[in-house]
């Protein structure tokens, strides 16, 4: 199954924002560009709010129906590998291989033995149009990637195949994603990776690299930027060659797992797109909405704020234990968290000031921000009460929802600003 040139994971935590995040894609396509929605909830995200894969298909179809939307839109099984996917199979119609927990581990020697003769023909000296300079193609490299990502690309291969055979192999797209690598893959090394997945047979149309800098959840990038630009513009030119060697699918692109919120990378992005003619992408954001809830709820009323701030204090009471399933990806400076008295004392304003991502605002709080971010379990637990709150600041939250989706995120990287 294919997937239109520009895509974009929605994640919809307590799904009640489909429509007003179909908004915000409404206002590109009036401009002209048309951004086809991927509803993606994790497995993780999953069990933390209590929630079925089917219930993420249930809100799409609805969303999309109310919003009256006429392009494709997608349900992701997102990160899944063998020990997760069943439950996925039968909602979704877009399914991420997440192989990072494999990678490393080494297939047998002659497995490597093989994937080296594959590949053999390459050895020597190998341009990537739009890639300057050249790569030393040898046994050793052959080898070295092989060693790391054959196996990992192997059980990519299994998820798909056991997911191509409940279904069909026409009636999903697929993800394969290696950003929770423990190291970026330089290009030559994305390259081969792609050429793995070509053997495995997986039909793959959008790959997720890992890029150099930190992804943390709900705040901007952290890294250097011309690096980024250098990986990102590298990244794009590989999925085009090794879709052209491998025999790939022709529109095979790059995926961008954010995190949410990379601001700094956007116009990056959007410039690079630009070089690269027809290039497509699926960027995946996520939190973003649910911390939009966050400040529609506080900015809804006395009762919403009451709320949010009680959310607030219990993730600040618990929050080792809501830290540790993102060691990777939340960095807070405690230092920075403000005692639950000096917020209980704050106006709705005051509270969404710190926690709405305007890092130009002085009273923004990236750790507060962050902290909020993986409080949504907290949210989830208290059931019915936060569930009806969310329905009662619904004309507060959807425009929330709807501006930033749209002003912070997708102007600028799929508009130019
Ligand atoms: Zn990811």
């Known amino acids: 199954m294919k997937i239109e040139q520009y895509s974009m994971g929605i994640g919809d935590r307590f799904g009640k924002q489909g429509v007003a995040q179909l908004g915000a894609l409404r206002r590109a396509e009036e401009r002209g560009v048309v951004i086809v929605p991927v509803w993606n909830k994790s497995f993780r995200e999953h069990s933390l709010i209590g929630t079925k894969p089917e219930d993420v298909r249930v809100e799409a179809d609805a969303a999309v129906a109310k919003a009256g939307w006429t392009h494709p839109h997608y349900v992701d099984a997102d990160h899944v590998g063998m020990r997760t996917v ?9 399914f991420t291989l997440d192989v990072a927990d494999f990678i490393g581990r080494t297939a047998p020697d002659g497995a490597i033995e093989r994937f080296v003769r594959d590949m053999a023909p390459l050895k020597g000296s190998l341009r990537i149009p ?183 204090a219990e993730a600040l009471a618990r929050i080792d234990e809501l830290c540790r399933p993102y060691t990777t990806v ?32 002085a009273d923004f709080n990236a750790g507060m921000r962050q902290l909020m971010h993986v409080a949504f379990k907290v949210a989830a637990e208290m059931g019915a009460e936060f569930s009806s709150a969310l329905d009662a600041a619904a004309e507060r939250a959807g425009p929330c929802v709807a501006d930033n989706l749209f002003q912070r995120h997708i102007a600028p990287l799929f508009l130019g600003g």
């Open 330 to 361: 939340v960095e807070i400076d405690r230092a920075t968290l403000p005692a639950p008295a000096t917020v209980e004392a704050w106006s709705a304003e005051e509270l969404a000031a710190r926690v709405r991502h305007d890092p130009s605002c």
């Open 130 to 312: 739009g890639v300057d300079g050249a790569f030393e193609v040898n046994d050793a490299l052959l080898e070295r990637v092989g060693r790391q990502y054959l196996y990992a690309v192997g059980e990519a291969g299994r998820t798909y195949r056991h997911v191509a055979a409940a279904k069909g192999a026409e009636a999903f797209v697929t993800e394969v994603s290696v950003d929770e690598a423990a190291e970026p893959q330089p290009p030559v090394e994305l390259f081969f990776i792609l050429g793995a997945i070509a053997r495995e047979r997986i039909p793959a149309r959008t790959i997720a690299p890992k890029f150099s800098g930190k992804f943390l959840k709900g705040v901007d990038y952290v890294g250097d930027l011309r690096t980024f630009e250098r990986e990102f513009d590298a990244d794009v030119s590989v999925a085009r060659h090794a879709a052209e060697v491998f025999g790939l699918p022709r529109e095979l692109k790059i995926s961008v797992h954010t995190g949410s919120d990379k601001f700094s990378l956007y116009p990056i992005m959007h410039r690079v797109l630009g070089r690269h003619a027809g290039a497509g992408l699926h960027l995946k954001t996520a939190g973003t909405t649910w911390l939009e809830e966050v400040v529609g709820v506080a900015l809804s009323g006395a009762a919403g704020l009451r709320i949010v701030k009680r959310i607030y």
């Open 86 to 94: 069943d439950a996925f199979v039968a909602s979704s119609d877009f």
